[in-house]
T-cell receptor
């Protein structure tokens, strides 16, 4: 079945450091890929998405590129801030008759120190 | 402003009692979902509904029930049959199929 694997956390960085959170997936066909962010005690918010191979999603300085050849969608940010501390979830969603279910990774907690 | 509301934010119940969690959306979305999140873990799908008066079991439906009588509302009942009901419950919606999901702020349920 479909699955999403992301790097275990927590990830601890100093402010202005470079961030990479790895995400790989297994799915049939051509799923849409997403990164969601969850701040403490809140629901998830969409951070960025990509719907086809080689698409790059970007938002608030975060980027991720849909790599079909490596089945990956790694999240990157050039300079993190304390306010980026949160849990980040990679997710996929297939279209068609199986398209109403989103598969989430386990989440990666990020701590950014001032 | 459009969005999803869940109430209450915190809910406390005694073991053996049924409890209903509210989820309302004004985004005019057809599809709605309920997830359960346990500490340090990802999201697990409980139930989902693609359209009014229709819903399907997710991966962990045992001990839960839902209804979808109105497009805007998708309440979740946690029954006494649910063995470990204490968790953070998230409601979401989406439209159309294949698009991103919009989440509510969640309800933290504690059963003692």
């Amino acid at each position: 079945g479909d699955s999403v694997t992301q790097m275990e956390g927590p990830v601890t960085l100093s402010e202005e450091a470079f961030l990479t959170i790895n995400c790989t997936y297994t799915a049939t066909g051509y799923p849409s890929l997403f990164w969601y962010v969850q701040y403490p005690g809140e629901g998830l918010q969409l951070l960025l998405k990509a719907t086809k191979a080689d698409d790059k999603g970007s938002n608030k300085g975060f980027e991720a590129t849909y790599r079909k050849e490596t089945t990956s969608f790694h999240l990157e940010k050039g300079s993190v801030q304390v306010s980026d501390s949160a849990v980040y979830f990679c997710a996929l969603r297939r279209g068609g008759t199986g398209g109403f279910k989103t598969i989430f990774g386990a989440g990666t907690r990020l701590f950014v120190k001032a | 402003d459009g969005g999803i509301t869940q109430s209450p934010k915190y809910l406390f119940r005694k073991e053996g009692q049924n409890v209903t969690l509210s989820c309302e959306q004004n985004l005019n979305h057809d599809a709605m979902y309920w997830y359960r999140q346990d500490p340090g873990q990802g999201l697990r799908l409980i139930y989902y509904s693609q359209i009014v008066n229709d819903f399907q079991k997710g991966d962990i439906a045992e001990g839960y029930s839902v209804s979808r009588e109105k497009k805007e509302s998708f309440p979740l009942t946690v029954t006494s049959a649910q063995k470990n009901p204490t968790a953070f419950y998230l409601c979401a919606s989406s439209n159309p199929a294949g698009s991103e999901q919009y989440f509510g702020p969640g309800t933290r349920l504690t059963v003692t």
